[in-house]
Antibody, heavy 118, light 107 residues
């Protein structure tokens, strides 16, 4: 069974940093690209970042470029999102999601809530 | 980046109605479009990929069509379980942008 489990969310002050993790199981992690997608309270889905299976390619939404860094450790079956210089508008549930070139984003975690507030 | 525009933002319908949601891309994305259903407090669920390919286990009342820049999601005979928010997403580029969502409400 495919499972993606996010962790690392919480309350952080504006300007602070947080590192999200996503532990995966049930599939060959090293064969798949991955994404982070977020959803602010009461708002729609916003794609945040993409990383290829080998980490050779990464992309970011303009809203987080220069502040967030996506990475992965294929030996640990884990995906990460380092978030720096956090702003109130970064408050959201953050989902990690498996990506395929043909089928799109097919599996999602349950999400972890990040709240940026003083 | 490719922009995705969904319409309508909200749709009021009754059980048994036929419902159509439109998604437009700011440039051609061929057929690289997916549709998701999301219920409150839950992660999105993939319904359709490559514009018209139904995911395994998704009821056949859901269908997708389109290519290039204009796409539709159709639900024939809306069921109580279908009241939710629907999102389109392009995956023609690595920036996997979403539409803003369409909330299907009970009339």
């Amino acid at each position: 069974e495919v499972q993606l489990v996010e962790s690392g969310g919480g309350l952080v002050q504006p300007g602070g940093s947080l590192r999200l993790s996503c532990a995966v199981s049930g599939f060959t992690f090293s064969s798949y690209s991955m994404n982070w997608v977020r959803q602010a309270p009461g708002k729609g889905l916003e794609w945040v970042s993409y990383i290829s299976s080998s980490s050779s390619t990464t992309y970011y939404a303009d809203s987080v470029k220069g502040r967030f860094t996506i990475s992965r450790d294929n030996a640990k079956n884990s995906l990460y999102l380092q978030m720096n210089s956090l702003r109130a508008e970064d408050t959201a549930v953050y989902y990690c999601a498996r990506d395929t070139a043909v089928v799109a984003v097919d599996y999602w975690g349950q999400g972890t809530l990040v709240t940026v507030s003083s | 980046d490719i922009q995705m525009t969904q319409s309508p933002s909200t749709l009021s319908a009754s059980v048994g109605d036929r419902v159509t949601i439109t998604c437009r891309a700011s440039q051609s994305i061929s057929s690289w479009l997916a549709w998701y259903q999301q219920k409150p407090g839950k992660a999105p669920k993939l319904l359709i990929h490559k514009a018209s390919s139904l995911e395994s286990g998704v009821p056949s009342r859901f269908s997708g069509s389109g290519s290039g820049t204009e796409f539709t999601l159709t639900i024939t005979s809306l069921q109580p379980d279908d009241f939710a928010t629907y999102y389109c997403q392009q995956y023609n580029s690595y920036s996997r942008t979403f539409g803003q969502g369409t909330k299907v409400e009970i009339k």
